[in-house]
């Protein structure tokens, strides 16, 4: 659609603006951002609103179960360097959020949009997006997202047939059985630290062979793609081979990889993966995580760890003992309220570390610790675990909620 016809109707108008109007009462009475409560208002006022604001956007939609808050915030970077973005960059990714989102960017050309691995199918019905990044599948929430081979079952049809150009991780086998059903994909080599969720094969049940970083089902004959982009060390290679350097901020493998599969979004679009790299470079920490904080004069780093795949990322990242350590972890409905994901995590790679344990779910925490064969010492609340913790910048890492509760504690 042109930009200069206006795709809204006066019922959406209406919606549009009921909805910033909630968001702002919302935000007013202290209650968060509001983003939520005004996409649902505008929802139920306007169906098919997101639809609408959705129409005179070039979108890319952003799904996985780590990485994606991060991997939006470069995309939308990148994207940057050809036109206006507008993007759901605090990771409000459920259809209410992200109609939120939209509503705001009225002028832009690019919607950058993430979106919870359970919505992903109906918002690509809604949005229409030229491109949807397809990064891992991992346990995650075994409460409310069911096992992960439903997932990518639910991606692989909800994308059957799709026109969207689906940039993928080929060293996931069910990112790449999900993604098989799209007619035009792009794979990218971004790599894979947790393993645990595909040891079957996605397609027929059988057992996954694994020769190095290779894969395939001996008995259907299911294996890797061949990527047309790699993350290389410290550089992408592009599909005609050149390495272009990656420069971030941002810490960790894991980010390389995000900026890999992001880069690959980019030239999609047409920005070259010199120009999309070195606008990542801006980001310095995405909605809190990877800041720096001072508080009770010493410095704190937050993480962010919602699930195993993410704590064994999130554990290559922390300083070398005698580091100390501070974990948190809740389980309120925005966490999944089943912990018995702590047991999946090995937690001996903090061996060494002076760990601290916070939380809602302290003592579920501890138990697993103590298995474990860690030393640490179950605190009341941040500012006790502060004050017992051994002088030199303390490593935070806790999972979705908790993180939010750290955030505030701190100021940040």
Same mark, same amino acid.
């Given at each position: 659609m042109s930009g200069n016809s206006d795709p809204l109707t006066p019922r959406a108008k209406l919606a549009v603006t009921a909805g910033k109007a909630v968001a702002a009462a919302s935000r007013a009475a202290g209650r968060g951002s509001g983003s939520v409560i005004g996409g649902r208002v505008a929802l139920k006022l306007d169906p098919d609103l997101l639809a609408r604001l959705a129409q005179s956007l070039d979108v890319t939609l952003v799904s996985a179960?780590? +990485?994606?808050?991060?991997?939006?915030?470069?995309?939308?970077?990148?994207? #940057?360097?050809?036109?206006?973005?507008?993007?759901?960059?605090?990771?409000?990714?459920?259809?209410?959020?992200?109609?939120?989102?939209?509503?705001? #960017?009225?002028?832009?050309?690019?919607? &950058?949009? $993430?979106?919870? $691995?359970?919505?992903?199918?109906?918002?690509?019905?809604?949005?229409?997006?030229?491109?949807?990044?397809?990064?891992?599948?991992?346990?995650?929430?075994?409460?409310?997202?069911?096992?992960?081979?439903?997932?990518?079952?639910?991606?692989?049809?909800?994308?059957? +047939?799709s026109k969207a150009?689906?940039?993928?991780?080929?060293?996931?086998?069910? &990112?790449?059985?999900?993604?098989?059903?799209?007619?035009?994909?792009?794979?990218?080599?971004? #790599?894979?630290?947790?393993?645990?969720?595909?040891?079957s094969c996605p397609s027929c049940g059988g057992v996954m062979q694994r020769p190095g970083d290779d894969w395939f089902c001996g008995e259907c004959g299911f294996r890797r793609p061949t990527p047309s982009w790699t993350?290389?060390?410290?550089?992408?290679?592009?599909?005609?081979?050149?390495?272009?350097?990656?420069?971030?901020?941002?810490?960790?493998?894991?980010?390389?990889?995000?900026?890999?599969?992001?880069?690959?979004?980019?030239?999609?679009?047409g920005v070259p993966p010199q120009v999309a790299l070195e606008r990542m470079y801006r980001v310095q920490a995405v909605a #809190?995580?990877?800041?720096? &904080?001072?508080?009770?004069?010493?410095?704190?780093?937050?993480?962010?760890?919602?699930?195993?795949?993410?704590?064994? $990322?999130?554990?290559?990242?922390?300083?070398?003992?005698?580091?100390? &350590?501070?974990?948190?972890v809740n389980a309120r409905g925005a966490d999944g309220t089943d912990t018995s994901w702590l047991w999946d995590v090995d937690y001996t790679r903090l061996t060494g570390h002076p760990i601290f344990v916070v939380g809602d779910r302290k003592l579920d925490l501890a138990v697993r610790l $103590?298995?474990?064969?860690?030393?640490?010492?179950?605190?009341?609340?941040?500012?006790?675990a502060v004050q017992m913790a051994p002088p030199c910048r303390i490593e935070v890492i806790a999972n979705y909620t908790a993180f939010q509760d750290l955030r505030r504690r701190v100021g940040n």
């Open positions: 179960t780590n +990485g994606k808050t991060t991997t939006t915030r470069l995309i939308a970077e990148a994207l #940057g360097a050809a036109g206006p973005v507008v993007s759901n960059a605090l990771g409000a990714n459920m259809p209410a959020g992200i109609t939120s989102a939209l509503a705001g #960017g009225s002028d832009a050309k690019f919607g &950058v949009i $993430e979106v919870d $691995e359970k919505y992903l199918a109906g918002v690509a019905r809604d949005t229409d997006p030229k491109c949807i990044a397809l990064l891992n599948l991992s346990r995650d929430q075994l409460d409310r997202a069911a096992e992960t081979r439903m997932l990518a079952e639910n991606w692989r049809e909800g994308l059957a +047939g150009v689906v940039v993928a991780n080929a060293d996931d086998p069910l &990112v790449v059985w999900a993604a098989s059903s799209s007619p035009n994909v792009i794979w990218v080599a971004a #790599g894979q630290m947790w393993k645990d969720d595909a040891w993350l290389s060390g410290d550089h992408v290679l592009d599909p005609h081979g050149s390495a272009w350097p990656i420069h971030l901020q941002l810490p960790g493998r894991a980010n390389k990889a995000n900026a890999a599969s992001s880069a690959a979004v980019a030239a999609v679009f #809190g995580r990877y800041d720096v &904080v001072q508080f009770m004069q010493r410095d704190l780093r937050l993480l962010l760890a919602k699930n195993p795949a993410g704590w064994l $990322e999130t554990f290559s990242l922390i300083d070398p003992p005698p580091t100390p &350590v501070i974990l948190s $103590e298995v474990a064969n860690q030393h640490f010492q179950v605190c009341d609340n941040l500012d006790q």
